[in-house]
Nanobody, 111 residues
Framework: QVQLVESGGGLVQPGGSLRLSCAAS????????VGWYRQAPENEREFVAS???????DYADSVTGRFTISRDNAKNMVYLQMNSLKPEDTAVYYC?????WGKGTLVTVSS
């Protein structure tokens, strides 16, 4: 069983940056693909970015060029560096490994 814990969310002004972290306890991430998803109020959860064990990455069109996903396999950590944030990036951000999800961290982009 895997336990995922996200951190790093908060309130930031438009154009600002945040770095989210996802820690995996117990069996860790292993060699699995890890993804970040987000859910804004009254919206469905949507894909943001994913990374393989070998650090191949994939991004949603809406965040390409602004967000960067990375992982540290030795520390069982995955990160999401978010730059040039926009109000429409406001959402709860979730980390996912297979069928396992964290509880999320809230990102609010507002002036």
């Amino acid at each position: 069983q895997v336990q995922l814990v996200e951190s790093g969310g908060g309130l930031v002004q438009p154009g600002g940056s945040l770095r989210l972290s996802c820690a995996a306890s117990r069996s860790g991430f292993g060699t699995a693909v890890v993804g970040w998803y987000r859910q804004a109020p009254e919206n469905e959860r949507e894909f943001v970015a994913s990374i393989t064990y070998a650090s191949s990455t994939d991004y949603a069109d809406s965040v390409t060029g602004r967000f960067t996903i990375s992982r540290d396999n030795a520390k069982n950590m995955v990160y999401l560096q978010m730059n040039s944030l926009k109000p429409e990036d406001t959402a709860v951000y979730y980390c996912r490994r297979g069928g396992y999800w964290g509880k999320g961290t809230l990102v609010t982009v507002s002036s």
